[in-house]
């Protein structure tokens, strides 16, 4: 059974940083596309960021270019989200997800971790 754990949310203010975390294990990490969604209340869940485990290659929703970044550690079968430059528009529960396609769409994805909060305050 696959299980993916999300650290890292919080509050911060307009123009700070966090960095979210997603602990999984159960499986393999390097056969699997990993990935973050947000869901902002009233709103449909939004693919933010994804990963192709094996290359490493990356794909980002238009809103978060240049700001986000996402990063898997293999040996510690870890996914990360650097978030730089927060909006107010960010806050959301963000969702740890992994599945065997990438990409924007979340029925792509069959699991999800539990999300965890972030809060930017204007």
């Known amino acids: 059974q696959v299980q993916l754990v999300e650290s890292g949310g919080g509050s911060v203010q307009a123009g700070g940083s966090l960095r979210l975390s997603c602990a999984a294990s159960?499986?393999?990490?390097?056969?699997?596309?990993m990935g973050w969604f947000r869901q902002a209340p009233g709103k449909e869940r939004e693919g933010v960021a994804g990963?192709?485990?094996?290359?490493?290659?990356?794909y980002y929703t238009a809103s978060v270019k240049g700001r986000f970044t996402i990063s898997l550690d293999n040996a510690k079968n870890t996914l990360y989200l650097q978030m730089n430059s927060l909006k107010p528009e960010d806050t959301a529960m963000y969702y740890c997800?992994?599945?065997?396609?990438?990409?924007?769409?979340?029925?792509?994805?069959?699991?999800w971790g539990q999300g965890t909060q972030v809060t930017v305050s204007s």
């Open positions: 997800v992994a599945g065997p396609r990438c990409g924007l769409d979340p029925s792509l994805f069959g699991y």
């Open positions: 990963l192709y485990t094996g290359s490493k290659i990356t």
């Open positions: 159960g499986y393999t990490v390097s056969t699997i596309c």
